[in-house]
């Protein structure tokens, strides 16, 4: 498995049709990718991890990396390559390059059952918060090494 930063455009694209069935999860998540994720990798305030093997592009993790705050954004491995375990290696790798074992992390409540054992018992994150509405009406987003209340946060941070 080789990880790189994207070098074009097309390789934005190409990570977003990967990223997009987080919008189902995600409300307005088009427009956060494209007017908030793609400016902060072009200025440096996010970073996109692409993880690829012989066959193509595997899975994406986009980091923010802050004085200010760790984050894992996003983290989507393809169809085809789920459940297999590239996406134990792509958060390994995304926890180096964020140069922290603790990142914050939110998980939707659909996802919950998929992260929670893995962000628990192999990386040691702690779930700080449960917030009920954050992003959809009357969902739950499951929060990991949180420091504060996101409820003051709009939908793009």
């Given at each position: ?22 919008s189902e999860l ?81 998980v939707a409540e ?20 449960v917030y009920k ?25």
């Amino acid at each position: 498995m080789v990880f790189r930063n994207p070098s074009s455009l097309t390789e934005l694209y190409s990570a977003f049709n990967i990223l997009k069935p987080l919008s189902e999860l995600y409300p307005d998540f088009n427009n956060w990718y494209w007017d908030k994720v793609v400016p902060g990798i072009i200025n440096g305030s996010d970073k996109m991890i692409l993880a690829e093997n012989k066959s193509g592009l595997v899975g994406i993790s986009i980091v923010k990396d802050s004085f200010a705050e760790k984050k894992l954004r996003a983290l989507r491995i393809s169809d085809k390559y789920q459940r297999k375990g590239y996406g134990l290696y792509l958060i390994d790798e995304s926890l180096k390059q964020l140069g922290s074992s603790k990142p914050v992390v939110s998980v939707a409540e659909e996802m919950i059952n998929d992260y929670s054992r893995i962000f628990i018992n192999r990386y040691d994150f702690d779930m700080t918060h449960v917030y009920k509405g954050l992003y959809r009406k009357d969902k739950l987003e499951y929060e990991f090494n949180g420091l504060k209340n996101l409820n003051n946060k709009s939908v793009y941070f």
